[in-house]
């Protein structure tokens, strides 16, 4: 009859229990995957830092806003007791008719490991006001003489040459504004002979400019009708805000084009004084996307740590099933170790050589890693090229997945199913009560 001890020994030995122990040491492994995680995330930090800087030192994104015509007024009123008292505004106009057309030069601006995208652009605008009279009170007394344009630029360190401004026959110079309101901080041209800025009601106006800025370039919609056209040589742009344009890309460079109408955004006509709120919810633009965000890339791989180091064990511990060779709880531990150091190599090595090829040279470091461990342990290299064969598969099809970026919940899902199936497959064709005898046995 078997002693208590006897029964703790053989349960010591059982596969019932091995299976326990390894399925403790798949969840404990998930804490350095979660630390792995996080020194993802800390990378990514200092990368956006770095480029922030690289960034201010050259431009920050744009946003151009205008032009805009404004035009001081005054309101006199008189009291019971013949006291006069006077009151000066502002109104501010938006053209009738805007067009923009933009020519972006990218480039990328490196620091060390990290890369920025930069631009250069070479803007023209054109466009009319109509008379303003209309919205002036009845009894404003209007100073023409103190009227000028406003352009509003987000960063007036990105102007790189002085912008030619003409409007009806006058050539205006451009300087900073000195103001920051809803049309932002920006340029300021003085109007020297308003008396003959308008002809026949309008006031027709032309300018270019040249702007150099990063990562995006953005635009107010402030005419009554608002065209724009951005080209770039950049073969991934991405459109952001509140109007999506007519595009097309081919060969490394896009054309995008905008059409806003007055309805289509929340722009008032004319406004006194600073009466607006921000145009911020109206504004469109062009990101120059990187399309390997190594970073992004590194966090989704990642995430299946926990599939692989599951699917890895499982798949020694199968062998060990099948071919009765034991591998001891420590044994499950290192090679669960390399998997996780699999995402520390890729981090490290794709911030200088890019993901595609760290992906590779980590992958391929790992798998022959753990094949030869395995080779030590099982002595048979049909069963080594077996692991081998199953642990370069799982990579492909984790690289796989990581690409499609649309599809990839989809193909994982399936791909996973498919996975599960083989293993339940395998699974019912081992006799596992038989196996438990055998191992009591030994």
Request: net charge neutral.
């Amino acid at each position: 009859m078997e002693t208590k001890i006897q029964k703790v020994e053989k349960f010591g030995q059982s596969l019932t229990l091995k299976g326990i122990l390894i399925g403790i040491m798949s969840i404990l492994l998930l804490i350095p995957g979660a630390m792995i995680q996080e020194l993802i995330l800390e990378r990514q930090m200092r990368s956006k830092e770095t480029i922030q800087k690289i960034n201010e030192k050259w431009s920050l994104a744009q946003t151009l806003n205008g032009p805009f015509l404004v035009i001081p007024y005054q309101i006199k009123t008189v009291d019971n007791k013949n006291n006069m008292s006077i009151e000066k505004s502002t109104l501010s106009i938006t053209p009738e008719k805007l067009d923009i057309k933009v020519a972006l030069t990218p480039e990328e601006r490196h620091f060390g490991i990290y890369k920025s995208i930069l631009y250069k652009s070479d803007i023209s605008f054109s466009g009319h006001f109509n008379q303003p009279a209309a919205h002036f009170p009845a009894n404003a007394e209007v100073d023409w003489a103190g009227a000028y344009f406003r352009i509003g630029i987000s960063d007036l360190r990105g102007i790189t040459k002085d912008i030619e401004f003409k409007a009806g026959s006058m050539t205006g110079i451009a300087d900073a504004s000195g103001q920051t309101d809803a049309i932002g901080a920006g340029l300021r041209i003085a109007i020297d002979h308003p008396e003959s800025l308008f002809t026949n009601g309008k006031a027709s106006f032309s300018g270019s400019m040249k702007l150099k800025g990063s990562e995006s370039i953005n635009f107010v919609p402030a005419g009554k009708s608002t065209q724009v056209e951005v080209n770039g040589n950049w073969a991934s742009p991405g459109f952001s805000g509140s109007f999506s344009p007519e595009y097309s890309i081919a060969d490394n460079k896009f054309t995008a084009k905008w059409n806003v109408l007055h309805f289509n955004r929340n722009i008032p006509e004319a406004w006194t004084d600073n009466n607006v709120k921000t145009f911020e919810d109206s504004s469109f633009g062009v990101n120059l996307v990187d399309t390997v965000d190594h970073y992004q890339q590194n966090m989704r791989s990642a995430k299946y740590a926990f599939m692989f180091i599951a699917l890895t064990f499982v798949v020694f511990f199968f062998v060990e099933v099948i071919t009765r060779k034991k591998i001891h709880p420590v044994q499950y531990l290192l090679v669960g170790i390399a998997l996780i150091l699999f995402y520390s190599l890729l981090l490290s090595i794709s911030e200088q050589t890019g993901f595609g090829w760290a992906y590779a040279i980590a992958s391929v470091s790992t798998i022959a890693l753990i094949a030869g461990y395995a080779n030590s342990i099982f002595k048979n290299k049909k069963q080594t090229a077996l692991l081998a064969g199953i642990l370069a598969g799982l990579y492909l099809f984790l690289y796989i997945v990581l690409q499609l970026e649309d599809i990839a919940l989809l193909i994982g899902s399936i791909g996973l199913f498919v996975i599960l199936g083989i293993i339940m497959y395998v699974s019912g064709k081992i006799k596992w009560y038989k196996q438990e005898d055998i191992t009591e046995k030994e």
